[in-house]
């Protein structure tokens, strides 16, 4: 979406050149589709699942779903689910609580994690229900950030759902660091698709 002589719209297009994307038609879209970042109550499920492809859980077989594994770059960071990182206090505890998402039935359950030296055990600890929870638990943090970063800004759904993506792929501080809470608040949301290739994190732990 992108303010432009005081109207609301949005670029479409599906191609790049190089790394700037290139928007070839403006599309209207009503008012309505655009709300204040605070008024958000979370990420849709669109968005959710779009995480979900981008995350992954591993790389992994559809049997090893849910199992525990070594990050990517192979820094000895494990995560399980949809790039849920084990802190130390789950590990040191060996559980992970996590909440229920159905409104009718929000319990909490603890799943027990087994001791982790390498190499790590290759059996699922969590259901696909329970990392689908454990995820939406996850990005709160993401949401508050834009809320409470964002709270005036118009922004879409869809542009609420890519922040949170965003955000929870580079970590809180980077998206700090980053221009992006400045453009969106400026309304100079056409800029944000570069800043975002930017902060794309090499296994070396340098921004691209």
């Keep these: 979406g992108v303010v432009n002589g005081g109207e609301l719209g949005r670029y479409t ?5 190089g790394d700037t994307p290139i928007y070839q038609k403006r599309q209207d879209v009503p008012k309505t589709f655009f709300r204040k970042a605070s008024e958000y109550t979370g990420t849709s499920d669109d968005g959710l699942s779009i995480i979900q492809s981008h995350e992954g859980t591993g790389g992994q077989s559809p049997n090893r779903s849910g199992a525990i594994f070594e990050n990517a770059c192979k820094t000895g960071i494990l995560m399980v689910g949809y790039g849920h990182r084990l802190t130390d206090e789950e590990i040191k505890n060996k559980q992970i609580t996590i909440t229920s998402s159905d409104p009718n039935n929000t319990s909490t359950a603890t799943i027990s994690i ?11 600890i969590l259901s696909d229900t329970q990392m689908k929870d454990l995820l939406k638990q996850d990005v709160k943090e993401a949401e508050n950030k834009i809320k409470s970063s964002m709270g005036d800004a118009m922004i879409t759904q869809a542009q609420f759902d890519a922040l949170v993506d965003f955000i929870y792929l580079v970590g809180v501080d980077n998206f700090d660091k980053s221009s992006i809470p400045s453009m969106v608040t400026g309304g100079n949301y056409n800029k944000v698709p570069n800043e975002m290739i930017r902060w794309v994190i090499a296994c070396d732990g340098q921004d691209k």
């Design 13 to 17: 297009g599906d191609n790049y050149y």
């Design 114 to 124: 087994p001791v982790l030296p390498p190499p790590y055990p290759t059996d699922p």
